[in-house]
């Protein structure tokens, strides 16, 4: 009995005769006051204190019977009950004791927190990634079990969301409308892979596709960012770097806002190679062959 107990009730009757210097109560079953009869009687104790309410303490079963062949019957029962508790309790107690010696987490039932994931078969990229997950996650106790699937595999198992940890490329390009992969309407057959739900960043989502500024587009999505950095439904791990060679031969080459493979030849009409050249006046022999030759150089 807990020392802070004043009061004490058995199936809401409250004992008189609670001692709280000793912390110790009597209660009478008997038929003659009909809190005994026969079969199972079940007897909940509860108590409460100066600073807390009344609360459920404990449970107790008596079972009376003048039958001796039925005493025995519910001993019996009871007995085996009482061993198949006592067994669950060593299982799981071996379990814990057995787990405790993985380097895994485990929770309060000794299981063992291990996490599904998924990604495209085929794809080096991917799957590197996912081993390299794997090994760091597994640092801090975290079990991974990678399935690298074909590509119709993996798209029946992101459409039925059969995943824990999925690792997949989106390009937004340079469209600004995220609606399709964070919007709570796409969680269960769109684009919105984490299935986040968030009335806020519905609304901010809602908000750039009501409007055609594209100041007020890029302000709304700022701000479904920041809501979005809080929530933390996906770990965005890398943007693609691309690399393109040219000849030095070739002028007027401008690679910006890559997004694409296809833009690197965005404006190939500002390329060129050949250069035409005037003549300063007053022109001399002298000069024409000093820049000619600084140009063979």
């Known amino acids: 009995m807990p020392d802070n107990i004043t009061s004490v009730w058995v199936n809401n009757y409250k004992l008189s005769l609670f001692n709280t210097e000793k912390h110790t109560f009597s209660y009478k079953a008997s038929l003659a006051i009909k809190t005994l009869k026969p079969g199972k009687n079940t007897y909940i104790i509860s108590g409460s204190s100066q600073t807390a309410d009344k609360k459920i303490l404990g449970t107790f079963d008596i079972f009376y019977s003048t039958d001796e062949s039925e005493r025995k019957a519910i001993e019996q029962k009871y007995a085996q009950k009482e061993k198949t508790k006592r067994l669950k309790k060593e299982n799981l107690e071996n379990e814990k004791t057995k787990n405790s010696e993985s380097k895994f987490r485990i929770n309060k039932n000794g299981d063992t927190l291990n996490l599904k994931l998924i990604t495209l078969e085929g794809n080096i990229k991917y799957e590197s990634l996912a081993e390299y997950l794997k090994q ?88 479904a960012q920041e809501l979005m950095a809080q929530e933390a439904p996906a770990l965005f791990l890398y943007s693609p770097e691309r690399t393109f060679l040219s000849s030095p031969k070739i002028k007027g080459i401008k690679l910006d806002n890559l997004l694409e493979t296809q833009d690197r030849i965005s404006v190939i009409h500002n390329w060129y190679v050949h250069e035409s050249y005037n003549m300063n006046i007053p022109f001399s022999f002298s000069s024409f062959f000093d820049w000619l030759s600084s140009e063979l150089k």
């Open 136 to 223: 760091e996650w597994e640092k801090i106790g975290i079990q991974i079990t990678i399935q690298a699937l074909p590509i119709k595999e993996l798209n029946t198992q992101v459409l039925e969301r059969n995943y824990d940890i999925l690792i997949y490329g989106q390009n937004l390009g340079y469209n600004l409308d995220a609606y399709p992969y964070w919007h709570s309407s796409q969680a269960k057959q769109g684009f919105n892979f984490s299935q986040l739900t968030n009335f806020e960043i519905d609304t901010t989502l809602e908000a750039i596709r009501r409007s055609h500024d594209k100041t007020v587009q890029q302000k709304e999505l700022e701000k």
